[in-house]
């Protein structure tokens, strides 16, 4: 009997050229559908929950696929860790309801963006934080941050890419700064997000950081709907994927990290 | 006019045969002492707090070198870590008394040894903490390393080397274990430590979880003087060099990380 499964998944991104797969490239579903190969001897269609640009990390990415394969789940998750290099990790797996696509069913996404505050890199961060030399002032960057909440066209921190569709309107329902003794981090939450949008609303911040805006310009970069108004792009090293959010019914849920 | 410098360093141990220079291996040593001819073009007689082995890694790891040349301190960190690899940074240089050496001064050193305790693995630490997939009772393990203060004859914690002295009693005068969500650190300080002792000590707390000891056996162990009476060499991944002690004016201390 079919079964549509939910997978979660860990992985530090610095290794390979985003999620998705490319010609002569190393992508993190290239070598979990090898994994899954090598473990069911099928390749199933995989329904990801986005894509992660090269060298953005994930704490939480999802996928769906549909399984006729009987292996327990648990059996599943050990199975492909075997077999998966230890920069990825299988965290979960459940049963989730036929139509459930990680992708369609995803209500928003938590994202968290590390940033390295101290003169000295950190030996132990390379490719897993940014690091920023001068002092943050981390409550500054977080008044800016508040500008982010709520529903905005947001044009102007996109990328601009033929795959994006026509509707830059989206809502955040978190956005926050906060410093953790060096590290400073900024969490931001949407229903969706556009082409580098979290690497460009921390650019923005950084940029208040450096006096080119105030935190009160937000509002009009939004409006201005010109890339080229809002802050630089940062660095994907200091990118994290932090949770996705379904609707799943309590019980399943109960079997999350 | 010469002066006698101490630098305190930290380094991600996973890409290097440890601290000491090798013949066809890449060492810290090797590296940072490449590293300071680019910047000065001599090569000083480096003196370490001690030797690091393959995979260790150093949060601080202390070194002093006579140097004539006149760079000013905050300049030769800075040239250092431009040319030294992402994984060791310099965080420090400071002037010393011309006796001060960084192994014979040294009062006593701090090691934690870190260990990932949930079923999964996590990517983020891969060759940077044990991975330990059966629950451990860090009140139980507590409870054991607590035999391991005060002054003892660590000769069952010792891997015999020819470069060890006859002495192997060593006061041990920190030695706890506390869990941090899924993190269980084990941190020990003493005047000094045997070859690879910190990592038997960790193998012998990993014993007590498995039922192989109990707490209360560790004082029988340790007056056997006998390695095969105490548990496994833990992995070097999970070991850190967390901190060297040394007696210094408390102006010099002020610069400390």
Known sequence: ?????????????????????????RSVQGVFQQA????????????????TDTGVHAREFCLSMKLSHGIPTERLVGALNHFLPPDIA?????????????RYSCRGKRYVYEIWNHPVRNPFLYG?????????????????AQHYLGRHDFTAFCTLDKREAGDFCRTVTESHVERDGDMVRFTVAADGFLYNMVRIMTGTLLGVQQGRFAPEDIPAILQSRDRSCAGVT???????LQ???????????????
């Open 1 to 25: 009997m079919e079964r549509n499964l939910l997978l979660t998944l860990q992985y530090d991104g610095s290794g390979y050229h985003g999620w998705q797969v490319q010609e002569n490239a």
């Open 36 to 51: 899954l190969f090598s473990v069911l001897g099928v390749r199933p269609d995989i329904k990801a929950c986005s894509r």
């Open 90 to 102: 299988v965290t979960g797996c459940r049963p989730v309801p036929p139509d459930f696509h990680a």
């Open 128 to 144: 897993r934080a940014l690091h920023y030399y001068h002092p943050i002032d981390a409550e500054l960057l977080n008044r800016a």
């Open 234 to 240: 940062a660095p994907a090293c200091g990118l994290y």
């Open 243 to 257: 949770k996705v959010f379904y609707d799943l019914p309590e019980e399943a849920a109960a079997n999350e990290e």
